[in-house]
């Protein structure tokens, strides 16, 4: 079943996300089952090219499965950009006799790895981290369910503020380029309305839904926006319309910014990462390479990197119905 691969280097790159360190530890330990070496890199594909690495076997990642953030640390490299980076990185795994890499990360990192197989026919396989779930081939990425437990709760203790002083809340979540957080929490919170970047509500029709609510006895609101929201420029730009249209609500605004990103992650998340990290290394020694593993209809999956990268990962349609239903 091992065929050439003896020995896996696994590291962690672009934002971090909760989960990380329960992928990194399946990994290792699914090394350690199968009696292959296992070297920690760190830092991201700078580490790689720089040689920053560790040997890992199964005692090395004990107690780490409830941590948040990355025990490798992450960064983003510039030079792993250019093919000198990657001929340096290259150099560096043969010299350390690594024989196929296991990279946690987005986009970036899985375009990194894309290259650097095609380039230098290096085994790769991929392991979705990012707290957006915004890549083509799973239904949740690493951090996903985590950051949205989170938001709900810090909505449940803002909903509390607004309730007591009458009082609308604008509470801004990541979400550059999918709102998938904004409105799953959006959902679960109860919000009063969701602004996603998949859906261009207009600032009319915001307070045309505002003004039904308040019409409707409430007398608080909390309103979701993705950071990637195209109704404003940004969320305090949304706040000084609605003071100016909306003179009776108390308008404020909360940015949950990077309390999204930490934290210990759901046990959901932890057997997630279990199941990815296993199925990463088993991919490899079965040699696959190029593929990014995903769980779709509760099945562990590979994706082709390249459709990873380049697919569109779309918003629930059901659930914006619900959404929308929900507000009324």
Avoid at 49 to 62: H, L, N, P, T
Avoid at 107 to 133: A, H, K, Q, R, S
Avoid at 222 to 245: C, M, P, Q, R, S
Avoid at 300 to 317: R, V
């Amino acid at each position: 079943m091992t065929g050439k691969i003896k020995k896996i280097g696994v590291m962690t790159s672009g934002g971090d996300a909760p989960g990380m360190n329960a992928a990194i530890r399946a990994v290792v330990r699914a090394c350690a089952y199968h009696n292959i070496q296992c070297i920690g890199i760190y830092r991201g594909y700078d580490g790689v090219i720089e040689g920053d690495y560790k040997s890992m076997d199964a005692r090395s990642v004990k107690g780490i499965i409830n941590k948040g953030g990355t025990v490798l640390k992450s960064a983003r490299s510039d030079e792993f950009r250019t093919k000198e980076g990657r001929k340096k990185a290259y150099d560096s795994l043969t010299k350390a006799g690594v024989d196929a890499l296991v990279t946690i990360g987005g986009d970036g990192t899985f375009t990194g790895g894309l290259i650097f197989n095609e380039e230098f026919n290096f085994p790769v396989i991929g392991i979705p981290g990012t707290i957006d779930n915004d890549i083509f081939g799973t239904t949740h990425t690493l951090g996903f369910d985590t950051a949205l437990n989170t938001v709900v709760e810090a909505i449940d203790k803002i909903r509390d503020t607004a309730s007591s002083h009458n009082r609308l809340f604008f509470i801004e979540v990541m979400g550059r380029d999918a709102g998938h957080i904004a409105l799953n929490a959006g959902v679960g919170a109860g919000a009063e309305e969701v602004l996603i970047p998949e859906e261009d509500l207009g600032l009319d029709r915001l307070l045309e839904s505002l003004n039904r609510s308040k019409q409707s006895g409430k007398s608080s609101s909390i309103v979701v926006v993705a950071e990637g929201d195209k109704i404003g420029k940004n969320v305090f730009e949304l706040k000084d319309y609605v003071d100016e249209h909306m003179s009776y609500y108390d308008v404020r605004v909360s940015v949950l910014g990077h309390i999204q990103r930490g934290g210990s992650p759901s046990c959901f998340d932890r057997v997630l990462a279990s199941r990815m990290g296993v199925k990463a290394v088993e991919s490899l020694l079965e040699g696959k390479t190029n593929f990014m593993v995903g769980l779709l209809n509760n099945k562990m999956e590979l994706t082709p990197l390249e459709k990873a990268i380049k697919g569109e990962s779309k918003i629930n349609l059901e659930l914006l119905r619900v959404s929308e239903i929900m507000t009324t």
